[in-house]
């Protein structure tokens, strides 16, 4: 089955300084990949996704991701941190049967310092 | 594009009534929607997919005579909780798949953020 870890609650980082929220994988096939964030009594954003092609991926609000498969990682990651990025992230894996469902880490949630 | 609305945002409701919750895809059409419920603090826990004209599929442990879901239409799809308790106040969350989304990407409402008295 396919699963995502979080291995960290929380994550502070002082504004200015890089971050990285980790997420590391079980997949079964290919991994689809997928990163999220919530604010506060809102719905989820979408961030960005790893199919296939350059491990290094490009997303939404200046983040981005590194696929690592040795490591099976996917961390979140941003050079400059805002303090507007506190919010909670979600990692999550395609479910490779059936309907194709989303399998979706614990969440970390992100403090940014001002 | 890709924007999903939920409605009502939020909603009180006395123990023993029922609630409806509306998930609309407004600029795209979606072949499958998806229920979340989340509690404070924590993940999303998926409760049902539901595709367009079929009954939903539910998750393990989630009852579905008491969350009923019908996907009327590739825009709509609606969460009814029936004979609400207060155990069943919670954040719940909808989401849908494009038809045309290859890579399994889901939009995701707002939220509506339900408390039963």
């Known amino acids: 089955a396919q699963s995502v870890a979080q291995p960290e609650d929380q994550v502070n980082v002082a504004e200015g300084n890089p971050l990285t929220v980790k997420c590391t994988y079980s997949v079964s096939g290919n991994p689809y990949l997928f990163w999220y964030v919530q604010y506060p009594n809102r719905g989820l954003q979408f961030l960005l996704k790893?199919?296939?092609?350059?491990?290094l991926v490009k997303g939404s609000y200046g983040f981005e991701a590194e696929f690592n498969k040795s490591q099976t990682s996917f961390h979140l990651k941003k050079p400059s941190a805002l303090v507007s990025d506190s919010a909670l992230y979600f990692c999550a894996v395609r479910d490779n049967t059936g309907f194709q469902k989303l399998v979706f880490g614990t969440g970390t949630r992100l403090l940014v310092s001002p | 594009g890709a924007v999903v609305s939920q409605h009502p945002s939020r909603v009180i409701c006395k123990s023993g009534t029922s609630v409806k919750i509306e998930c609309r895809s407004l600029?795209?059409?979606?072949?499958?929607m998806f229920w979340y419920r989340q509690f404070p603090k924590k993940s999303l826990m998926l409760m049902a997919t539901s595709n367009e004209g079929s009954k939903a599929t539910y998750e393990q442990g989630v009852e579905k005579d008491k969350f009923l879901i019908n996907h009327a239409s590739l825009t709509l799809s609606t969460l009814t909780v029936t004979s609400a308790h207060p155990e069943d106040s919670s954040f719940y969350i909808c989401?849908?798949?494009?038809?045309?989304?290859?890579?399994?990407?889901?939009?995701f409402g707002p939220g509506t953020r339900l408390t039963v008295t």
């Open positions: 600029d795209f059409q979606a072949t499958t």
């Open positions: 790893y199919i296939t092609g350059d491990n």
């Open positions: 989401s849908a798949r494009s038809l045309t989304s290859g890579s399994g990407e889901q939009y």
